[in-house]
């Protein structure tokens, strides 16, 4: 005998669409998961939605077999500039399989090695935009590292710079992207006839959407005309790369969707994550004198290089414990393959139901994290006690065929950026008395996080 999952009262034909802010649903789905506990359901118009936030059922539901990645909601929305791009495909589109089959090697550790020193070159144009700020202003951190995330997925996988440093001007790709996934969540939540009446929005959707091919396009006109030619990266991966088992390549379309692919999911999510640790560093001092004192130890005051990366422990275990504590992509979505129950049999799920995993909910789950979840404690990602995790119990970086394939290339990247920013600059929060707030699109950054960055008279 299974029981009823728990679902707020809603209203007649929008059901319980006024219990979600749309536009910070993060916010929401955790208010109601206080509410209603480890698992609920909404009725958005007519579209039934099933929540987690426990560890165990994240653990359950995270099988390949039983339950796979939905493309729906605002991901689907997304498609609309995507198309079937490795992140917005359908699990039985045939591009996925090309398009992971042939960018695979370009992220294995060694191919991503290769990336390092165009890393350091882009942490430069950021490290060289902070010594220069003479009167000390504030820096709007997420900005600064959403230029530094779009310049280097833009550079180290695409030999295309974007110089996103050169102007004040916040990137306009990024802004574009912003807007972009803003309004994929907004059209997701509203009825279909009224999304076709608001037409300023939908000019705007369509004025980013052209904007942003444009982008790609550039970016790939300019390999095809012969710049940078014998460059081995992703994009020549992309443009000549031939798949082993079908033999085929990508048309140019499709070779368009993946670039934009990889410029929007290699930057939010790297330079958000970037954004969070340093403010948990200015936030917990204690944590920052001993990552200090690690990186003087391992680096001293040279240029970090690449063999370093390993040796940081420390510093690994702050990038765990901030993507626990604020992962960006806070959920992922998963429907089920067949008829089944879950939590020993309580719950029954329809085939084909969507179940939103609460990442950032089930990586503060007392019952794995202890009653301190909610703290910041790199130590508890140390000495072992990471590799001892229960399974699932730290999925950031998504679970299966369909999680990051990036992470590597990203791992690196948050590395060599923190360590060279602790080591060069003293950090302070431009108003001490701010606390974090958060801003979403289709992931979560922070909001209004100002600080200041003072040049350290003696490296160590
Ligand atoms: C997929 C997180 C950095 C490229 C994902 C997923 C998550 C994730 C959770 C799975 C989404 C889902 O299930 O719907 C992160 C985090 C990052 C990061 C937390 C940084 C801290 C990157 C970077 C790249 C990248 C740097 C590119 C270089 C992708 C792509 C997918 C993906 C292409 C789709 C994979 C597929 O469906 O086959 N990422 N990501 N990510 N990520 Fe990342």
Not at 107 to 122: H, L, P, W, Y
Not at 220 to 242: T, W, Y
């Amino acid at each position: 005998m299974t029981s009823q999952i728990p679902q707020p009262a809603g209203w007649p034909f929008i059901g319980n669409v006024l219990d979600i802010v749309t536009s910070f649903s993060c916010e929401s789905f955790h208010r109601l998961a206080q509410q209603h506990g480890e698992i609920y359901q909404l009725n958005l118009l007519g579209r039934k939605l099933i929540l987690v936030s426990s560890h165990a059922l994240v653990d359950e539901l995270s099988d390949d077999k039983r339950f796979k990645k939905a493309v729906g909601g605002a991901l689907m929305e997304a498609r609309d500039l995507l198309h079937d791009g490795l992140f917005t495909a359908f699990n039985h589109e045939a591009n996925w399989a090309v398009a992971h089959r042939l960018l695979s090697p370009s992220f294995r550790t060694s191919a991503v090695q290769q990336t390092f020193d165009g890393m350091r070159e882009i942490c430069a144009d950021l490290v060289g935009k902070w010594m220069q700020n003479d009167d000390r202003a504030p820096i709007d951190l997420t900005i600064d590292f959403t230029r530094l995330a779009l310049d280097t997925i833009a550079y180290c996988t695409m030999s295309y710079r974007m110089n996103s440093f050169a102007t004040d001007e916040p990137p306009r790709f990024s802004e574009a992207m912003s807007a972009f996934l803003r309004e994929c969540n907004g059209r997701a939540n509203r009825p279909y006839l009224l999304n076709i009446l608001m037409r300023g929005r939908n000019a705007a959707y369509c004025s980013n959407i052209e904007y942003m091919r444009g982008v790609a396009k550039a970016i790939i006109a300019e390999r095809q005309c012969g710049v940078r030619k014998g460059q081995q990266d992703l994009l020549h991966a992309l443009i000549n790369g031939r798949d082993p088992k079908t033999k085929g390549g990508l048309s140019d379309s499709e070779i368009a969707d993946n670039v934009l692919t990889f410029l929007l999911a290699g930057h939010e999510t790297t330079s958000a994550t970037m954004s969070f640790a340093i403010y948990y560093l200015i936030k917990y001092p204690d944590v920052l004198r001993k990552l200090q004192a690690e990186i003087y130890a391992v680096v001293g005051d040279q240029s970090i290089e690449y063999e370093d990366l390993a040796r940081l422990h420390y510093l690994t275990a702050v990038l765990r414990e901030t993507l626990r504590l604020q992962p960006p992509a806070f959920v992922r979505v998963v429907y089920s393959v067949e008829d089944t129950t879950v939590a020993g049999g309580k719950y029954a799920i329809a085939a084909g139901s969507g179940i939103a995993l609460l990442i950032r909910e089930t990586q503060r789950d007392p019952a794995v994290w202890g009653t301190d979840a909610n703290e910041f404690c790199p130590e508890r990602m140390m000495n072992g006690r990471f590799e001892r995790l229960p399974p699932n119990a730290w999925q950031p970086f998504g679970y299966g065929a369909r999680g990051c394939i990036g992470k590597n290339f990203s791992w690196q990247e948050m590395k060599l950026v923190l360590c060279t920013l602790v080591q060069q600059f003293d950090l302070a929060l431009a108003d001490p008395a701010y606390e974090l707030e958060l801003s979403q699109a289709m992931t979560i950054k922070p909001k209004n996080l100002s600080i200041r960055a003072l040049p350290k008279r003696r490296k160590w």
